[in-house]
């Protein structure tokens, strides 16, 4: 079976939507950030949003190319990496960030806001390199 190019580069405008966001506060200090309400909702929203474009991506690869679902969101990184498609330490960074998305989802009452924070300093290339990875594909 063959990959769907249009379905992978839609997701991967959405990672690009979200990452434009996110990036545009990287510029807030840490204090600032926290401290508005309206920021950290977008920076959760867009978060969400590059994550579950990621995992699309992730598991369409899985389906079409490896020709097995995983069982959970983290696992299909692991697949990839599996597979030689993903470097080990990216696949790592990214099941991360999956577990993340479980607690931005179903635990949004215990999120830390420092951690979005974090995050959004020193993880987003780690998105963008999976996009980058997954349009070489297509």
């Known amino acids: 079976m063959t990959l769907n190019p249009d379905l992978i580069r839609a ?5 690009d939507a979200s990452l434009s966001r996110l990036e545009a506060l990287r510029s807030l200090s840490r204090e600032t950030f926290l401290s508005n309400q ?3 909702d977008v920076a959760c929203y867009r978060l969400l ?3 579950e474009a990621a995992l ?19 696992g299909c990184f692991s697949s990839l990496e599996q597979a ?6 990216l696949s790592t960074r990214l ?5 993340f998305r479980n607690l931005l989802v179903h635990v949004y009452w215990k999120i830390d806001y420092g951690q979005i924070y974090d995050i959004i300093a020193t993880r987003l290339d780690d998105l ?11």
């Open 49 to 51: 949003i590059a994550i």
């Open 11 to 15: 997701r991967c405008a959405e990672i």
């Open 128 to 138: 963008r390199s999976f996009r980058t990875t997954m349009v070489g594909l297509i």
């Open 84 to 89: 030689g498609l993903i470097a080990p330490d």
């Open 95 to 99: 099941q991360q960030m999956a577990r």
């Open 56 to 74: 699309a991506i992730c598991f369409h690869v899985s389906a079409k190319q490896l020709h097995r679902v995983p069982d959970e969101y983290a």
């Open 38 to 40: 309206d920021t950290l």
